[in-house]
């Protein structure tokens, strides 16, 4: 009789455990309590994301989350999907080309930096850098990002490009060339 109060103790505080952990009997995604919170969060990300994927990808693509568990994935909450407007069908991200995922890669940056300038009272994230994967994209969407890029330039943000893609050089005003030399490279400023 004295231990059974005890028991209920450790029964309820075994219970709650599992909950949080995603492993109850009723929660059939098994998302943890962590998983929820950061999937709260994601859905933000995707949101602020999926206004620059549409202007990006001529408005064919847009992500949803999801909480179903992907194949490798042992617990659910934090999936997502990338949609074709123009088909209608949802698919998981390993499936997208080199510059489709470099656009949503993108996106979900952009979308990260909006949401964190929200969360700090409009304190922006001054400066950005995109590092390659522009090779990737053909030249109308190569358009469509560089457009996404200007708007935040032209809204005060410091934008750093590193590419190879030659076409770029008549987009961006100012331009730190590497030209290699015999004695290793050096840095030209170009404007």
């Known amino acids: 009789r004295g231990i059974a109060p005890l028991r209920e103790q450790a029964d ?8 949080v952990d995603g492993k109850g009997p009723n929660n059939d995604l098994r998302i943890s309590l962590s998983a929820y919170v950061l999937a709260q969060r994601l859905r933000q990300v995707v949101a602020a994301a999926n206004d620059r994927l549409g202007r990006m990808s001529d408005h064919r693509y847009h992500l949803q ?13 934090l999936g997502l ?5 123009w088909t209608g069908i949802a698919r998981a ?4 080309s080199g510059g489709e995922s470099f656009i949503v890669s993108l996106a979900l940056a952009l979308g990260l930096a909006d949401v964190v300038t929200y969360e700090a009272g409009g304190v922006e994230i001054g400066t950005l850098f995109v590092d390659e994967g522009f090779g990737s994209l053909d ?14 330039r032209s809204g005060g943000r410091v934008v750093g490009v590193v590419s190879h893609v030659v076409g770029m050089r008549e987009r961006i005003p100012t331009r730190l060339d590497v030209v290699k030399g015999r004695n290793g490279s050096t840095v030209r400023r170009s404007a």
Request: aromatic content about 0%; charged content about 35%; hydrophobic content about 35%.
């Open 81 to 85: 999907l990338v949609v074709d407007d």
């Open 12 to 19: 309820l505080t075994r219970e709650l455990a599992t909950l």
């Open 65 to 77: 989350h999801t909480e179903e568990r992907g194949a490798r994935e042992r617990q659910g909450g």
């Open 139 to 152: 030249p109308d969407s190569l358009e469509q990002v560089l457009d996404v890029l200007d708007e935040l």
């Open 93 to 96: 991200p390993e499936t997208l």
